[in-house]
Each structure stands twice: as C-alpha cells, then as structure tokens.
C-alpha cells in the first residue's frame, strides 16, 4: 500500500468545509492510497477524518466589528497554523474561501516551505472590486478551482494563477434539483393562465393562493436593514394579494431575531429553519424578495423570479461601494450579462417600488417570463459533464499535485 497522500485543508465557513469535503470524498475514489486530513474544517471534513487543528467557528467571522474584536485571536491561528502546516509538510493545501484569512496563511506558509503547492477553491471577487488581489495572487498559489464560468478569463486578463472552472456544486446538489424539477411542472401552470385570459384581463385580476419566499440576508445587520422595508413592502403586496402566503427561510442562530423584528408584522412570515422545509418552500415559492448576495444564484437555479434590495453600512459605503468595479451585484446578471433581475440600493430600496415588481412577477407575464428564459440561459452557461467536486479533483490531478503511482487508473 503505497503511503498516505497528506493533503492540508482550511475551511472556515460552512460552505467551505461543504464544497472541500466534495474534493476530498472525489480524491478519496482516484488515488489507491489513503488520505491523511490535516488542517481546519467542520462536521463534513471531520467525518472524513479530519481531526481540525482548531475550531472552525475561531474564523467564520461576520462584519468588521467581529474582526476587529478578535484580531489577536486570528493573528495567533495565522501564525500557529502556518508553522504546523511547515512542519507536516503535506501533498498540498487547499484553502477554501476566506480570503482575509487563508490568504494570510497562505503566505506565510510560502516563506517557511515554498515547496508546498497551495490551491485555492472559489476565488476572491477581484472582478468586482480591489482587481491587483489577482496579481498579487500568483506568489502563494499554485492553482484556483472557480465556480463562475466567467473567472478563468477575468484571471487571465488580470494577470493571476492558472484557474480552472470547476462547475458551481449547486448544480449537483440534489435539493435544489428536485426544487428545479417543480418549479418546471409549476410553470405550466402559469402558462395555462396566460392563455385563458386576454392581456386586459390578466392586468386587472391579482393572483391567488401565491406564496412569496422572503431572504433579509445572513447577517444581523443586514437584517437589521432591510427588514423594515420588507415588512412594508409585504404589506403593499398583500394588499393586492390577500391569500398570499409569506415564508421566511433563516438560520437558526438568527431566527430569534427575525421572529421579533416581525411580531407586529399584521401577518407575520412563517419563518423556516431547517435547510430540507428551506428546499421545499423553494419548489411551491412564486417570488423571491431577498437581500443581494448568493442567495441569488440558488433562487435562479431553482426558476425561482426575484427583486434583490441591498442597504450598505457606513464602513461599506465610504470604503468599499467606491472601489466596486462591476455593473451589477447580483451572480445571475453578472453571469448571463443581462440585466435579468431587479436590484435596488441604500435610498433606492423603497417599498412601493419593491412591492410593484414583486406584482409583476407574481402574474404571468412579460416580466416573468424574462427571467425565466433568462435563468435557462444562466443553467445553459454553467453547466458541466462532472459534478464540481469531481471536476476539482480531476483538475488537482491533471495539475500533477498527486504524486506519481498515486492514481488509480481511469476508467473508460
């Protein structure tokens, strides 16, 4: 049995640890040795044989306040975690997201052993702000696995390390699968009652028995933003449609304070927190009104229509809006190039303004229908042959990260 194929994981967010647990389960099936787990992840790397070097939590930070308030901390796990991964001396690293934290190792660990390839799985957004982080990339990683089909060419142009798109792991992911499959069976639906009215008719009766999905983001304080403008841009909307039924999919951690935030609400939100009833109400969801952000990409996945609303903090405001780059926040504009999805902004964010284009969306129509052929399209462009997390290990392999005799020999 040959030895162990060391690989050195950090994984932060939640999300990391999913989408590293994906490579390593595919690397687990190509090579004939085991595979030792060295690093930082969660539950998903863990029941992989991850024994985590610290907890995860220690760097799934959200906002400046909890940066700064644990700046010691992180400087400490920066500078232990980088000897550690110098000392083991893996096969490779591979970072996961999390830039301002992983880059920081990554770095350090390229002065104490340079000989240790580094790879990077979801690039930094240098296409949409702060573009000299892609040059900059190139002295401390060797290989970034992209989930956006337009990166390995925005990297190019800017100059960064070689990057493979690897396809986006929402695209495998079977929830949203079967939230995508009933959506499309929901639609026929819309295109009967298209046909049964003429327009002047269509215009003049609300729809009924509709469910409108509502997203304030992930974070306290974006919730904190936007949530007294939904709370009014839900009143104006079932006030045109009074069966509507509002659900309110969150995080357990925040449910708390979504739920008081809504209790005066005349008809409060059914707030979900189990990630199975989230995939539900995406299937039978009509309209999203939902914070900007990745929430985005997953509803235009699921052909779910959306307005997106997004109100900037201070430190947003003055430190970063001024650096943006891009024409659009929203993935599924970004993606296609097409204004497909309404997005408003900080004083733009009105509730009669939301509230008519989630109308619009709720009847069918022109509006729509726009954004449906448009979220065909998005599929279109994204799409793979592999799953991501098979095309990321294909890509680590093909690379030459792998050790010679390591491999299984593949299939026809």
Known sequence: MPEPLKIAVIAGEESGDLLAADVIAALQR????NIQLIGVGGAHLSALGLNAFFDREDIALMGLAEVLKKLPRLARHIF???????????????IVD??????????????????????????????AWRPQRAKAMRRFIDLLLVILPFEPQVLARLGGPKAVYVGHRLLSYPPLAAAYAAQQSRQENYTGQAAARNKAAASKLAPEN?????????RKSEIAQLMPVFAESVQQ?????PSLSVILPSLPHLAA??????????????????EKEKWQAFAKADAALAASGTV????????????????????????????????????????????????????FVRPGMLARQINRLLLPGPARQAQLQGFEKLRSIMQTDKAAGEAAAEAIAAAGFIPAGRQRQARG
Request: net charge positive; aromatic share 10%.
């Open 30 to 33: 190509r090579v004939k040795s």
């Open 80 to 94: 232990r975690l980088s000897r550690y991964l110098a000392r083991q001396k893996p096969d490779f690293v591979l």
């Open 98 to 127: 999390s830039p301002d934290f992983t880059h920081r190792v990554a770095r350090r660990l390229r002065k104490l052993a340079p000989a240790i390839p580094i790879i990077q799985y979801v690039a930094p957004s240098v296409w």
């Open 210 to 218: 509709k469910t409108l999905l509502l997203l304030p983001g992930s």
């Open 237 to 241: 909307i079932q006030a045109q449609n």
């Open 257 to 274: 304070k979504i739920r008081a935030l809504t209790a005066d609400w005349p008809s409060p939100p059914h707030i979900i927190t189990d």
């Open 296 to 347: 985005s990409l997953e509803l235009a996945l699921s052909a779910v229509p959306m307005v997106l609303a997004y109100k900037a903090d201070w430190f947003a405001r003055q430190c970063i809006l001024p650096r943006v780059t891009i024409w659009s926040a929203a993935l599924p504009n970004i993606i296609t190039d097409e204004p497909l999805v309404p997005e408003y902004f900080n004083e």
